[in-house]
């Protein structure tokens, strides 16, 4: 393979590694983002779930408190219901009547007042004081839900402000039912807002934290943070409500109605109680954390990406390096190849080259079906020369004979070459005899006329044999170098400075020569 072939190989075998190194660069660096993408992706979604877990744990654990304190207040309104229909109660005096029906009511905390109100809305008995209200309860909404019933339940009215303190209280109440299982008033208990708060308070949340307790069809009872503007505020079918419909608990994210920024809501239903808890956070804080891992992953990647780009410059730095080197390598092998085949003194190619060079075009000569002529040339009475003049005289007189052989040596196919000593060779592939007999005429002439530039001390001749063989199974290059290497002798042994043909059947034909005879 020619140098030329081996380095455009080489370069063929680079560009495809540089291909792949930034191939495989790109795929990894892809699959690292995706990778960490996922991570990231993967980590958002788990602060997502984590915080609706801790929304609806939140909210059910409210819940289960205020269902487990408000049983505990009906309770209380059951054992007055009890209380009022034993004999020896209402025998008893006063004093004892009011210990008996209200001693059980006093154990419940933020329980602030029982009142015991007759079929026509009077009160007739309370927890708190000897001076009953004079007020009429028969417009209360509470009263009119028991008024309609049917059975005993345990109703919690809206929010409303007492008439009797003032406060903002929500109200339990019992049916209180005759003999005959006709209305017969009510036992109400008025629980303070302060309940839900002091419950909102102990729970430790964060300042952008909302809590809600809400009735069932909307209607605020209290939040935190508190705002007695919204109390008894009905929010309508809001998505809260269609969240957590025939549900016992609800996750969603929305405006709050309140104060219109974007939360995460945990819903939860009061068992056996028609209200419903509510916690939200903002949406932002959920991902806090996440945001700062995602920005440690992202920044972390982006090292990596960089080194690995980095890493895969060096590596393509390096691959050019080492396929500079390689060709300078090549380039240095190649120029010491043909240092090797090239003569020094004449510039021509040497013995080595001329043998590789004669195998290639008798190989071709045989396979096209095509002449090759030889021409073997020795330079007339050299060692006298070199002896008058010197060597340096003598190699000097070689060098001109290469380079009148040179001279006439014109098509890209021809080849000469110093074959040794003070003789040359000349290789002319596809030539006629009187082509080849031609081209030796014009070299013996040059050589003849070469003095005359003063080129060389003192005239020069050359004997030339010549012949013109079809390269053929039977026959050798050797053979047919013999018979130019004959034809050489015969033109010294005939006089010199003449070329002589021999062809391939030895018939050696008419030598051309000098007009003055040496």
């Excluded at 269609?242 to 709050?256: C, D, L, P, V, W």
């Excluded at 240095?332 to 021509?348: M, N, P, V």
């Excluded at 199974?473 to 130019?484: E, H, M, R, T, V």
């Amino acid at each position: 393979m020619s140098i030329e072939a081996r380095s455009l190989l080489g370069d063929l075998r680079l560009a495809r590694k540089i291909t792949a190194i930034r191939l495989l660069a790109v795929v990894a660096m892809a699959g690292l983002i995706a990778f960490f993408a996922y991570v990231i992706f993967d980590a958002r979604r788990d602060a997502e779930v984590a915080a609706q877990q801790a929304a609806t744990s939140l909210t059910t654990a409210i819940a289960q408190d205020i269902s487990r304190n408000f049983e505990l207040y009906g309770l209380s309104l059951q054992g007055v219901i009890q209380g009022l229909k034993n004999p020896a109660i209402a025998e008893a005096s006063p004093e004892l009547r009011q210990l008996a029906l209200f001693d059980y009511a006093s154990k419940a905390r933020y329980l602030n007042r029982i009142v015991v109100i007759d079929a026509n809305g009077r009160a007739i008995a309370q927890s708190q004081g000897d001076v009953l209200p004079k007020e009429n309860f028969a417009d209360r909404n509470y009263f009119k839900v028991q008024q309609r019933a049917n059975d005993d339940i345990l109703y919690v009215s809206e929010p409303l402000q007492s008439r009797i303190d003032q406060d903002w209280i929500i109200v339990v109440s019992r049916r209180i039912a005759n003999a005959d299982g006709s209305f017969g008033g009510v036992v109400a208990g008025s629980v303070s807002l302060a309940y839900f708060q002091a419950l909102f308070m102990n729970l430790n949340a964060h300042k952008d934290d909302a809590f809600a307790v809400l009735s069932s069809d909307g209607v605020l009872i209290s939040r935190q943070p508190f705002s007695l503007m919204d109390i008894g505020k009905r929010l309508g079918q809001t998505t809260l409500l269609r969240a957590i419909e025939n549900k016992q608990t609800a996750i969603f994210t929305a405006a709050s109605p309140i104060d219109g920024m974007e939360r995460l809501y945990g819903a939860a239903r009061v068992p056996n109680l028609p209200l419903i808890v509510t916690y939200a956070m903002p949406e932002k804080r959920i991902y806090t954390a996440w945001r700062q891992k995602a920005l440690t992953l992202s920044a972390m990647v982006l090292g990596l990406c960089a080194a690995l780009a980095a890493l895969g410059l060096m590596l393509l730095r390096e691959f050019r390096l080492r396929r500079k080197f390689e060709i300078k390598l090549a380039a240095a092998a190649g120029h010491l190849k043909a240092l090797s085949r090239i003569d020094q003194l004449t510039k021509l190619p040497n013995r080595r080259a001329f043998d590789e060079r004669s195998a290639l075009e008798w190989r071709r000569g045989a396979r096209e079906k095509s002449s090759l002529s030889i021409l073997v040339i020795d330079v007339d009475h050299f060692k006298q020369y070199n002896d008058r003049n010197g060597h340096v005289a003598g190699d000097m007189a070689l060098a001109v004979v290469a380079h009148c052989i040179r001279k006439h040596i014109k098509r890209p196919a021809d080849f000469a070459a110093r074959y040794g000593g003070e003789e040359f060779a000349v290789l002319l592939p596809s030539t006629a005899p009187e082509g080849a007999e031609k081209v030796a005429e014009d070299i013996r002439r040059s050589v003849q006329l070469a003095h005359l530039s003063n080129q060389i001390v003192e005239p020069l001749s050359v004997s030339i044999g010549v012949t013109m063989v079809t390269p053929m199974p039977g026959i050798s290059f050797q053979d047919a170098f013999k018979l130019a290497d004959e034809a050489l002798y015969g033109a010294k042994t005939i006089g010199r400075n003449r070329v002589v043909f021999v062809p391939a059947d030895g018939a050696t034909r008419a030598a051309t020569s000098t007009n003055t005879p040496e």
